[in-house]
């Protein structure tokens, strides 16, 4: 069964190592000499300081090394939706289309054992390159996004970078299993996706934790993650003008990483468990 999975699926898997290798390459090319630079003329004093010696190392640092990393970002968040698309919704939509489903449980194996084996060597494959690339992305942009709680530090950490991706995957496969067409279950698998991603991370995210609130926003910004600012004073008018601001501390990071990959991989482990019941149950 293991020989027979890895028949089926093997152009999925040799894809994966071959995207890891060259996500290496590349990153390693660029990302040695930069952080070879952010090390020898000690940036990461400078993104603390407000002096013009530490601003004009920050500007000949970013102009000479951050067009890259950004124009990558800016479609990195996309990268989970693609392994939905190419390994997500052919996973079972395909067996349905070509009919192979019937040869296959017609033999020795059963149902179960069938769909946990090809189950587990495709997932495994999946989160295994997912957190090889989340890590060397975060090597990779932590010259440029010191914040922890940065979009560009944050999304691609090694958490939640790959419940992203398992997420992505275990709707194209659901979707697959319910609809038996691929290229129907990838459309549905986008909107399916985003429909969550997005909502946890401009909603949910900043409410992990009760945050906590400051008076000077620059003060909080230095501490953490600012999520909200407020000007205002009482409604009588009766006191002075006060400056509120609320953010996360930087030592939640963990935290948050935690608490969000774990939304993402429970509602995939919900998912995946319906696709097993579906499949399992539905007939010959």
């Known amino acids: 069964?293991?020989?027979?999975?890895?028949?089926?699926?093997?152009?999925?898997l040799l894809g994966l190592v071959a995207v890891v290798a060259a996500f290496a390459i590349v990153i390693l090319a660029h990302g040695?000499?930069?952080?070879?630079?952010?090390?020898r003329d000690n940036i990461a004093a400078c993104w603390t300081a407000h002096n013009d010696s530490c601003m004009g190392k920050l500007g000949e640092f970013n102009q000479k090394y951050s067009e890259f990393p950004d124009m990558a970002t800016s479609w990195l968040p996309l990268a989970p939706v693609f392994a939905?698309?190419?390994i997500g919704a052919p996973f079972l939509a395909r067996e349905?289309?070509?009919?192979?489903?019937?040869?296959?449980?017609?033999?020795?194996?059963?149902?179960?054992?069938?769909l946990l084996v090809k189950l587990g060597l495709v997932l495994l494959g999946v989160l295994v390159a997912a957190a090889a690339i989340a890590a060397l992305l975060s090597w990779w942009l932590a010259p440029l996004h010191p914040?922890?709680?940065s979009s560009g530090q944050f999304n691609h950490g090694v958490l939640v970078f790959p419940s992203y991706v398992l997420w992505a995957v275990a709707v194209g496969i659901t979707a697959g299993a319910f609809l038996r067409r691929t290229i129907v279950a990838a459309a549905v698998g986008i909107v399916a996706w985003l429909a969550v991603r997005l909502p946890v991370e401009f909603l949910l995210r900043?409410?992990?934790?009760?945050?906590?609130?400051a008076r000077d926003g620059q003060e909080a910004v230095m501490k953490g993650w600012l999520t909200h600012e407020n000007v205002g004073g009482p409604a009588d008018g009766s006191?002075?003008?006060?400056?509120?601001?609320?953010y996360?501390?930087?030592d939640r990071f963990w935290q948050f990483q935690i608490i969000e990959a774990s939304i993402f991989f429970g509602l995939s482990i919900l998912l995946l468990a319906a696709t097993f019941v579906l499949v399992t149950r539905v007939r010959r």
């Open 1 to 12: 069964m293991i020989w027979l999975t890895w028949r089926q699926h093997r152009a999925e």
């Open 32 to 39: 040695l000499p930069m952080h070879a630079a952010y090390d």
């Open 248 to 250: 996360q501390p930087l």
């Open 96 to 114: 349905f289309e070509q009919g192979t489903w019937q040869l296959a449980w017609t033999q020795g194996v059963s149902r179960t054992r069938w």
């Open 206 to 213: 900043p409410n992990y934790r009760p945050p906590l609130t």
């Open 239 to 246: 006191g002075p003008v006060t400056g509120l601001v609320t």
């Open 147 to 149: 914040h922890r709680f």
């Open 84 to 86: 939905g698309i190419l």
